[in-house]
């Protein structure tokens, strides 16, 4: 299971029921290993690329038969 909550945050996804948030993260965490990963998200935005102005030569086909 993964979550962005912090364990301090979980009665947030609980907030009818602290009680039911503090029971359930109790049973997950028991016996479970807990990774915290660190870092640079993937889902951040991604800012374009530099705009730079390049002449595009205007070349035409032309077909010969």
């Known amino acids: 299971m993964t ?3 912090d364990f301090t945050e979980w009665d ?5 029921n602290r ?3 503090s029971a359930t993260l109790d049973r ?3 016996n479970a290993y ?3 990963l660190d870092g640079d998200s993937y889902r951040a935005p ?3 690329p530099a705009t730079t102005k390049m ?3 205007n070349t035409s086909k ?3 038969s």
């Open 3 to 5: 979550s962005n909550l």
């Open 12 to 16: 947030q996804a609980f907030p009818a």
């Open 19 to 21: 009680l039911l948030a």
């Open 28 to 30: 997950l965490r028991h």
């Open 34 to 36: 807990c990774l915290v």
């Open 46 to 48: 991604k800012l374009p």
């Open 55 to 57: 002449k595009v030569a």
């Open 62 to 64: 032309t077909t010969h």
